[in-house]
């Protein structure tokens, strides 16, 4: 299943496994800095007390206003969001290397878009690059693989497409997954959302592993100069732990993840839920939420 932005992009279309991304790069060699994200909760409360001369009483009036939801504290390093989105769905994965959606400026109100990476997958590119997708030198960063946490609980990145929202509501944003069909059912994994797809579906998140299928199209050829089909088969990737050394040594732990700590589960099911994103996943993509 791949996702591809609009904006001269592609749009992403899935099919069971992959999902296309549309890259952008953000032209500068730079080092990123972790920044941890803002939830801000405020608060006022105005309590009034009348006392006439003859007979007590006492008045008090509370009044409270939130301006930002307020985040449910867990005992990882970030928290449940309160009215935040939530739900049930369907995941997949892809890697097909192209610059995300969520790298092209202007698509929500955050720091600054998804990084974009030039074809060795490190140095920083503009956010303008125009993707390798479509002919041009942004890629996605070779950062954006997913790793464990503990046996548990695991971070990593996604193309979603989440009802009643879009890239206005979700990209940048961050949400844990609890997995609940397969062999990682009752396990959780934190995704922050760079990128999206016109063939997904509802409540979908299309999970980034390297190795886990280009989908429609193959940014990874030109990058990596993969196969035309990509590593493995087109739709769904590589089959096995020992095909992740066809991959660029660069690549290679995300695609072992997926036969280890995912235990090669194929396209799980997922309850949901918005979290504030941990700054171990933004200081990967340089975008947070405001």
């Not at 960063?141 to 509501?169: H, K, M, R, T, V």
């Not at 999206?196 to 429609?216: A, R």
Request: net charge positive; hydrophobic share 25%; proline share 4%.
């Amino acid at each position: 299943m791949n996702s591809i932005a609009s904006n001269n992009n592609n749009n992403k279309v899935t099919t069971t496994t992959t999902k296309k991304t549309t890259t952008t790069t953000k032209k500068t060699t730079t080092t990123k800095v972790a920044t941890t994200p803002a939830t801000t909760k405020m608060t006022t409360t105005t309590k009034a007390a009348t006392t006439p001369v003859t007979t007590k009483t006492t008045t008090t009036t509370t009044t409270k206003t939130t301006t930002t939801s307020k985040p449910v504290a867990t005992s990882n390093g970030y928290s449940v969001i309160s009215n935040g989105q939530s739900g049930s769905g369907s995941t997949t994965r892809y890697w097909d290397c192209c610059k995300s959606s969520c790298s092209w400026p202007g698509k929500a109100s955050v720091s600054a878009p998804v990084d974009v990476c030039a074809a060795n997958g490190i140095s920083l590119l503009d956010s303008n690059t125009v993707s390798g997708c479509n002919g041009g030198s942004g890629y996605m960063c070779n950062n954006n693989q997913p790793w464990a946490i503990n046996d548990n609980l695991s971070y990593g990145f996604a193309a979603a497409s989440i009802a009643g929202s879009n890239e206005a509501g979700w990209c940048c944003g961050c949400y844990e997954l609890t997995f609940t069909s397969g062999p990682v059912s009752g396990k959780k994994m934190v995704v922050q959302v760079t990128n999206t797809g016109g063939d997904l579906g509802s409540n979908h998140f299309d999970l980034q592993i390297p190795g886990g299928g280009v989908g429609i199209f193959n940014g990874c050829a030109s990058q990596w100069g993969a196969p035309n089909d990509g590593w493995g088969a087109r739709y769904g990737g590589v089959s096995s732990a020992s095909d992740c050394a066809s991959l660029p040594s660069q690549l290679r732990d995300g695609c072992n993840w997926r036969f280890n700590w995912f235990k090669n589960a194929d396209n799980p099911s997922m309850t949901f839920k918005q979290v504030t994103c941990p700054s171990e996943l933004t200081i990967r993509t340089g975008c947070e939420r405001k």
